[in-house]
């Protein structure tokens, strides 16, 4: 299914749409050029061939030291029974007011808006054009992003130790 998949793909939307594919693990997963996410995310749900109907997670992985995070989309086929994972790859200075931006997918599956505002509050990843995107575990004044492996615990908050 992956090389006729990634045929269709290079041929419905552009060549330069999957970066690379990763075979190892149980599960295929492509490597996705973030400016051509929501174009194919639009297609994989929507082509009659696939029908990738559910958006089952979304998931930030952090790789410190490297200046990088991964995004990562599972996504299933009801009908087809079939599963497909995307992953892409972000740079980042690990600044807190510099965070690596993705584009939202609310708008294709509505299961993202929760799974976005979880990896936007816990790791830090923007996803522009999301409807409400604002802390969902944190409070709001939080400080910092508390899985990113980089995070150091603050002492208090609000006058209130921490540890």
């Known amino acids: 299914m992956i090389q006729q998949l990634i045929k269709d793909i290079e041929e419905h939307i552009n060549p330069k749409v999957v ?4 075979e190892i693990g149980l599960q295929s997963a492509l490597y996705i050029d973030p400016s051509y996410l929501k174009k194919l995310c639009y297609f994989l749900r929507d082509d009659q061939k696939y029908y990738f109907d559910f958006l089952a997670n979304i998931t930030a992985v952090d790789y410190f030291p490297e200046h990088y995070f991964e995004v990562v ?11 497909l994972t995307l992953k ?9 007011d510099s965070l690596p931006e993705v584009p939202s997918v609310c708008e ?9 505002r979880e990896a936007f509050d816990l790791m830090g990843i923007f996803f522009t054009d999301h409807p409400d995107l604002r802390r969902i575990l944190m409070p709001e004044d939080w400080v910092g992003y508390p899985l990113r492996k ?3 615990d603050p ?5 209130i130790p921490v540890k």
């Open 155 to 159: 002492e208090t908050y609000h006058n």
């Open 19 to 22: 970066l690379e594919v990763q």
């Open 150 to 152: 980089d995070y150091q």
């Open 88 to 96: 892409v790859k972000v740079e980042s200075s690990r600044e807190l």
């Open 108 to 116: 294709i599956w509505r299961t993202a808006d929760w799974h976005e």
């Open 73 to 83: 989309y599972n996504l299933t086929s009801i009908p087809y029974q079939k599963q």
